[in-house]
């Protein structure tokens, strides 16, 4: 966690469109690193395979998040929140 | 949509007729047979209410552009609490739609770059934005090995800071999968040119979901996955052509089909509750004399004559305000 250096919130808003947050953090709430291993569970496979195995993760977590829940809103469908 | 009982789930999505953002989810709709809520922004049908932005400005006690946001978590004040909402957030971004375009950026490059792609106002006053690289991180959280610089500049500051703010709204349950830990890992543990262009994120989509993915989509320009890359640049073009007819003659003669939103340039130029609100709030702001390189009233002119296309400017203008009047921003 870094804080900033200097605090300028109009020029910040103005710049950005948002003031910045006082700390900076990612957006999941696990430890980023703990999950990265460069690629090892994967290397040795092919293209076509590492597809197979991100559509059995897709799978899994949509399953896992989709249980018990009886009704769902799904958005935004296709909206982007601001120019990328 | 495919995992679950469709019965159960309600699209939502919003835009004016003629966008992609409007007309795309009819077509999903149609062929899913899942139901659909679809927003009309246009000023006549999307009540603003000056009153409401305040409020939500206030509940959200942090400065960002009211306006977009607001629409976002307006979304669940209509269908309450019964229901779960789903998000994609973070989905793009995970599987390489931001990654630069060298990966070997150093950390001062990739803030210069960060700068550069996000300049919402697009203002160029260097003597006024001088301090602004001061302001970010004066060194990364990472190394570039595990995630390049650009994109936790991108995850940290404009997705945690700003977007998950704008779009969640704290009352309400969201699923978001793209925040699940294997699914993060898995796209962050791809090598570049897999993320690169999503290449293999795209793959997935069609293979697991042929039948939603041979729809068109905004973001492969009014193609589908499946479309060669011919019709990616026909369709890539034809956007094209559409603004530059839109920009050459200064209105629109067509919808510009990549309209985030509302046509907000259009709807500024007409009497209704959102100019109204942008109108009264940037001559407040005028007022306070705290952003004295910017004339409001030359602004607000120029935009009505169609000298210039300035609603994102005005309108951050007026969401400055708003934040000020809400305590967000202390003078």
Redesign the interface.
């Known amino acids: 966690m870094?804080l900033?250096?200097?605090?300028?919130?109009?020029?910040?808003?103005?710049?950005?469109?948002?003031?910045?947050?006082n700390s900076?953090?990612?957006?999941?709430?696990?430890n980023?690193?703990d999950?990265?291993?460069?690629?090892?569970?994967?290397k040795n496979l092919s293209?076509n395979d590492?597809?197979?195995?991100?559509?059995k993760?897709?799978?899994?977590?949509?399953?896992?998040?989709?249980r018990d829940?009886?009704?769902?809103?799904?958005?935004?469908?296709?909206?982007?929140?601001?120019?990328? | 949509m495919e995992n679950f009982n469709s019965k159960n789930i309600h699209l939502v999505s919003y835009g004016i007729p003629g966008s992609l953002d409007f007309e795309i989810p009819k077509k999903i709709s149609k062929i899913t047979g899942v139901k659909h809520e679809l927003i009309n922004l246009s000023p006549d049908k999307f009540e603003w209410s000056y009153d409401l932005l305040y409020n939500f400005a206030i509940k959200k006690n942090k400065a960002i552009v009211i306006f977009e946001s607001y629409i976002n978590n307006y979304i669940p004040l209509i269908f309450g609490k019964d229901f779960v909402y789903w998000s994609g957030f973070m989905g793009d971004p995970i599987s390489g739609s931001h990654l630069p375009e060298k990966i070997n950026l150093s950390y001062e490059e990739s803030v210069n770059l960060f700068i550069k792609n996000n300049n919402y106002s697009k203002i160029k006053n260097k003597e006024i934005f001088f301090d602004i690289k001061k302001e970010l991180p004066s060194e990364p959280l990472l190394s570039n090995n595990i995630l390049t610089y650009y994109e936790q500049l991108d995850f940290i500051i404009r997705q945690n800071g700003y977007l998950r703010r704008a779009i969640f709204n704290e009352d309400f349950i969201y699923k978001t999968p793209f925040l699940q830990p294997r699914l993060v890992s898995f796209f962050l543990n791809l090598p570049y040119v897999y993320r690169k262009g999503q290449t293999l994120y795209k793959d997935i989509l069609k293979k697991m979901y042929p039948r939603l993915f041979s729809i068109k989509t905004k973001t492969n320009f009014n193609t589908s996955l499946f479309d060669s890359s011919l019709c990616f640049y026909y369709g890539k073009n034809k956007i094209r052509t559409i603004n530059f007819l839109n920009n050459f003659f200064k209105k629109n003669i067509f919808i510009p089909p990549m309209l985030n939103y509302s046509n907000f340039d259009e709807d500024l130029r007409n009497d209704n509750n959102l100019s109204n609100i942008v109108f009264r709030n940037i001559n407040d702001l005028e007022k306070r004399k705290i952003v004295n390189f910017i004339d409001t009233n030359i602004l607000w002119k120029n935009h009505q004559q169609r000298k210039e296309s300035l609603s994102s400017l005005l309108m951050l203008l007026a969401s400055l305000e708003i934040n000020i009047k809400a305590g967000n921003i202390k003078l």
């Open positions: 870094i900033i250096n200097k605090m300028n919130k109009i020029n910040q808003f103005l710049y950005f469109g948002y003031t910045l947050d900076f953090n990612f957006p999941w709430d696990f980023l690193v999950y990265i291993d460069d690629f090892c569970y994967l293209y590492i597809v197979n195995e991100g559509c993760v897709f799978k899994d977590v949509f399953q896992d998040l989709g829940i009886k009704k769902a809103i799904l958005y935004p469908l296709v909206v982007v929140l601001t120019p990328d």
